[in-house]
């Protein structure tokens, strides 16, 4: 659906910064427009939703 907006925008902006990554909840392969620290969790678009914190917006 938007992933791939995600995804394409991501490889347009910067794509020397843009790294694919597995995602650390649902095991996809995802792209993310940051250097991805190592050994945090990486998540994909929608897993990222279900994990943000939500304490404060
Ligand atoms: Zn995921």
Known sequence: MSESAYLI??????PSSSKIVKCSD??????????PTEGR??????CFQKH???DRY
């Open 9 to 14: 925008s991501g490889l347009n902006s910067r």
């Open 41 to 46: 969790p990486v998540y994909c678009r929608d």
């Open 52 to 54: 943000k914190p939500k």
């Open 26 to 35: 649902c095991g996809c392969q995802t792209q993310v427009p940051f250097k």
